[in-house]
Structure formats: C-alpha cells, structure tokens
C-alpha cells in the first residue's frame, strides 16, 4: 500500500504548519526545504506541563490530518467499489443473456412455461432470453 498522501510539517509540535505530499520526490524536496514527520518536530518549551510532555512515546499519536485524508479517501473508494460492483453486475447480466440466447428456443420456451411466464408465440430468441433473464433476476431480488 502506498505511504502517499502524507503529512510533512514545520514549527514545534503545538505550534506548525503542515502540508500534504503525495509522491517520493515532492517528498525529498519539502524534507530537504526544513520539513518533518510530526514526531521530529521539536517540543513546544513554555507551558504547563511539557517536562510531562516529554515522557509520551510521540510515535504512537497520529496527527488529525492524517485521519482526514483517510477518512476523504476511504469515503471516495466506497464510492468507486459500489461504481464496480453495478458495473460488475451489469456484466454478469450480459453475459447471462449471452448464454441464453445460445439456447435454442424451446428450450427458452420450457424454462418461461415452468416459471409460467407467458411470451408471444411468436417471439424470437432475444425477447425469450430477455424474459427469462427478467424473471431469474427477480428470483435473485426477492
């Protein structure tokens, strides 16, 4: 999985800015414009407290950013996954009508007799397939 996006920040560790990189090589310009993980950042010295501070392993906390952008990029690959899955679906549908439509047509025509589907006497393979395929995906629905 890839390391990118990716904070980088600059100040101490109340006080920074911070900024989002998203490749190797925009990383090792901002790294060597001063830029830092979170956790290289210095201390922030006056206050309440810091001596405290300075005992917490900081490598275990993970700045809010960083849960934003995951949060972003998890909302838009929900989104791409239902996408594929329709997609994925509406291929499997065609498939199936090919696979019908290679049927001969009484065959077609027994299937729709059992499910008791009525068609025109007269119809040809493409609306017998379609009408089985109908009825098989609302067997799958209901």
Do not use: C
């Not at 996408?83 to 049927?103: P, S």
Request: hydrophobic content about 35%.
């Amino acid at each position: 999985m890839s390391q990118y996006p990716k904070m980088l920040y600059k100040g101490d560790q109340k006080n920074f800015k911070h900024v989002t990189v998203n490749s190797a090589s925009e990383e090792a310009e901002l790294l060597e414009a001063g830029w830092v993980d979170y956790v290289e950042l210095p201390e922030h010295e006056a206050g309440i407290g810091a001596g405290a501070a300075s005992s917490i392993d900081k490598s275990a906390f993970v700045p809010v950013e960083q849960f934003d952008v995951l949060g972003n990029e998890n909302i838009k690959l929900k989104e791409e996954l239902v996408e594929a899955l329709k997609e994925n679906q509406e291929l499997r549908k065609q498939i199936r009508f090919k696979e019908l439509e290679d049927k001969p047509a009484d065959e077609l025509k027994a299937i729709l007799d059992k499910a008791e589907i009525k068609y025109k006497a007269n119809a040809g393979k493409p609306e017998l397939a379609q009408l089985v395929l109908d009825h098989e995906s609302k067997d799958s629905k209901g």
